[in-house]
């Protein structure tokens, strides 16, 4: 076996438990940090909206409206993330740590010198950024100096999602637990602090919740430069970090796809807000509606993101080990277990979904809006979770092409005309972008669940 860094015991552990035995015990190894994982990523979008909504709603819907761009700008992050996971898990499952770390290497390299180019452009250009995004008038300028804040802020974060990355795609998931933890800390923290002036923090309005975004990111860095120089990727920061063009044309090769369909998933979720932008009288209330619905329906997501996270070294890891028949058996098992725990969620909040509405405002009209938003998505929460599991088991064998079609063909073929015919020509309104989303969301699943059971995924050539 080539070593790049010795494999301590625990990630030997690590990858024994995803790669033989228990296949419960794999899914529980890897789902229960992810899951916690989400749980602090939905307090941060939770508590942004909570203390958005406490100056007005123009600020809520600015920032809902704003979260779909922003995720434009960190796509490239995501994407190289996707192939790191596929590469390095495979390495890892075959034993071949040199491989593991030259891929590890030139991920980073590869994501940073991307997050310099679009925090230059972000700064150059966000008045123009906001404004062909369709952003309404009474948000642009809240959104030109949040957009700025978050510009600076890319470069600790694309490190963040890559390095979390890393060390998903080796087993070690209580590291990024670790650093996701010190993330949602400071960030709820910082939220009341540089919003209210609290703690003799200087008070900076709603602009404190873009700083507060900027400074935790900047902390998670520091906590995962540390983790890198200790444990089972100690070696890392030791080696030579000379650009090496043909192992980044591997990660981009598997990374692109990903990043597409993210690019159209993104840019078709901001043409949806400008749907929602151009209802008139109700553009404001529905905007917001949609911010705190989607915030509210994170609980949701949580498990299911976590899940797929899962999916991808599971995958991965045994396809590396030659193992693709469990690797098969893991993807569907994973896939049933979230359709169940998402089914019993989503009764929970369709039951009880003008009380978790209230959660996040007063205002009445924008408390129907979003209770009529919550109860019409959740028919197809069982749906999202096959999507959302298969497409991440799919990623994580390297099929990064097959889940961007069937995802872009559902936005854009299915999701957007629908959206538009039934809100704006027969004259549905917020309604008919709702049902949009549910058809879509429901043809997403079953031909993801097709694509899988095709099995081509498990004879693809990678690395």
């Known amino acids: 076996m080539h070593t790049d860094q010795g494999r301590p015991d625990n990630a030997e552990k ?11 015990a794999a899914m529980w190894h890897l789902s229960w940090p992810m899951i916690l994982i989400m749980v602090f990523n939905f307090l941060v979008g939770l508590v942004d909206v909570y203390v958005a909504g406490l100056i007005g709603r123009d600020v809520q819907a600015a920032i809902g409206f704003l979260s779909q761009l922003y995720f434009l700008l960190i796509i490239v992050a995501n994407a190289i993330s996707i192939g790191t996971v596929a590469l390095v898990s495979r390495s890892i499952g075959s034993g071949d740590m040199e491989h593991a770390g030259r891929y590890a290497r030139q991920s980073l390299m590869f994501g940073l010198a991307v997050a310099v180019v679009l925090t230059a452009a972000g700064l150059a250009f966000h008045r123009q950024i906001v404004e062909t995004a369709g952003f309404p008038t009474e948000i642009r300028t809240i959104a030109e100096g949040f957009l700025v804040i978050f510009a600076w802020a890319l470069g600790p974060n694309y490190f963040l999602i890559i390095s979390n990355a890393l060390f998903r795609a080796r087993g070690d998931v209580k590291k990024p637990l670790v650093t996701m933890f010190v993330f949602c800390a400071a960030n709820v923290v910082l939220d009341f602090s540089l919003v209210f002036g609290l703690a003799g923090f200087p008070r900076l309005g709603y602009m404190g919740i873009a700083y507060a975004t900027a400074i935790s990111a900047i902390l998670g860095m520091a906590v995962n430069l540390l983790f890198l120089t200790s444990g089972g990727w100690k070696g890392l920061p030791g080696r030579t970090w000379r650009p090496d063009l043909r192992t980044i044309v591997r ?25 929602l932008g151009r209802l008139g009288s109700e553009s404001i209330v529905a905007l917001a509606s949609i911010t705190n619905g989607l915030r509210i329906e994170a609980v949701i997501f949580m498990p299911a993101f976590a899940m797929n996270m899962a999916a991808s070294v599971l995958v991965g890891q045994n396809l590396g080990a030659g193992k693709p028949g469990r690797a098969t058996s893991l993807g569907w098992k994973i896939a049933l277990t979230a359709m169940t725990v998402l089914t019993l969620l989503s009764a929970i909040i369709f039951a009880g979904a003008e009380f978790f509405a209230s959660l996040l405002s007063g205002d009445p009209a924008v408390l129907r809006e979003t209770t009529r938003y919550l109860r019409v998505n959740m028919l197809s929460e069982p749906f999202m979770a096959l999507a959302l599991v298969l497409s991440g088991a799919l990623q994580g064998a390297g099929d990064t092409r097959g889940t961007m079609w069937i995802i872009v063909f559902c936005m854009w073929v299915i999701r957007l005309p629908l959206a538009y015919d039934l809100s704006l020509v027969l004259g549905l309104g917020a309604l008919g972008v709702w049902i949009a989303m549910v058809v879509s969301m429901t043809v997403q699943g079953l031909l993801m669940a097709y694509r899988f059971h095709q099995g081509k995924w498990r004879t693809l050539v990678v690395g």
Request: glycine residues 14%; without cysteine.
């Open 14 to 24: 690590a990858v024994n438990t995803i790669t033989s035995g228990s296949s419960v």
């Open 251 to 275: 990660i981009a090769g598997i990374g692109w796809p990903a990043g597409l369909l993210q690019v159209a998933w993104s840019a078709g979720s901001i043409i949806l807000y400008h749907i």
